[in-house]
């Protein structure tokens, strides 16, 4: 599969502050995903995401398609305790066959 | 309530055991997948379906197996010859190849 850098690996923030994160390819990608995994569970789908530059909001969750169609970001305002767990980015692309490519996760603590 | 029902939660296997894990959607979707998942890894896709009576190895499939004679089922066997079988196995089906993906709550296999 298509190799996608995430970044950051982990976070510790303290609630009440925004949150960012990305994830970069060498290819160009169709469609771009932000997932959330609570531990034990199962990863929940947050933002979907089709064309470049489309920019899409879900509650205090931001995601963006970037121009190049080789990147994405999630913002996340106002974080609360309840946004703790693992966000993963994952997306397709016509060079794996449109298979589901996942990074590796970004972990988020947020302290109260 | 429309789904994706992985079962069981957490299986124990001795070494040298075949175990099959269960994935039911009751989504109509055509397309089905397995990830795997390790500490500190993204999900590594095994096994893909894009319609039932088809399926395609992933990127690890080596180990596994899998059968698609229903729609609505997508079962995974880890085989003795998977080297190294602990881990969480996620479950997941789109409408259609390539499109966005929806997980099962995962089954956690021990190797004891």
């Known amino acids: 599969g298509q190799q996608l850098n995430q970044s950051p690996q982990s976070m510790f923030i303290q609630e009440g502050e925004d949150v960012s994160m990305n994830c970069t390819s060498s290819?160009?990608?169709?469609?771009w995903l932000w997932y959330k995994q609570d531990p034990g569970e199962g990863p929940v789908l947050l933002i979907a995401?089709?064309?470049?530059?489309e920019l899409t909001s879900n509650g205090r969750l931001t995601a963006q398609f970037g121009i190049t169609r080789k990147d994405s970001f999630l913002n996340i305002s106002a974080s609360i305790p309840s946004d703790v767990g693992i966000y993963f980015c994952?997306?397709?692309?016509?060079?794996?066959?449109?298979?589901?490519?996942f990074g590796k996760g970004t972990s988020l603590l947020v302290t109260p | 309530d429309g789904g994706i029902t992985q079962s069981p939660k957490y299986l124990f296997r001795k070494e040298g055991q075949n175990v099959t894990l269960s994935c039911e959607q009751n989504l109509n979707h055509d397309a089905m997948y397995w990830y795997r998942q390790d500490p500190g890894q993204g999900l590594r896709l095994i096994y893909y379906s894009q319609i039932v009576n088809d399926f395609q190895k992933g990127d690890i499939a080596e180990g596994y197996s899998v059968s698609r004679e229903k729609k609505e089922s997508f079962p995974l066997t880890v085989t003795s010859a998977q080297k190294n079988p602990t881990a969480f196995y996620l479950c997941a089906s789109s409408p259609s190849w390539g499109a966005d993906a929806f997980f099962g709550q995962g089954t956690r296999l021990t190797v004891v």
């Open positions: 290819s160009i990608f169709n469609t």
């Open positions: 994952a997306g397709h692309s016509s060079n794996s066959g449109y298979a589901l490519n």
């Open positions: 995401l089709y064309k470049a530059g």
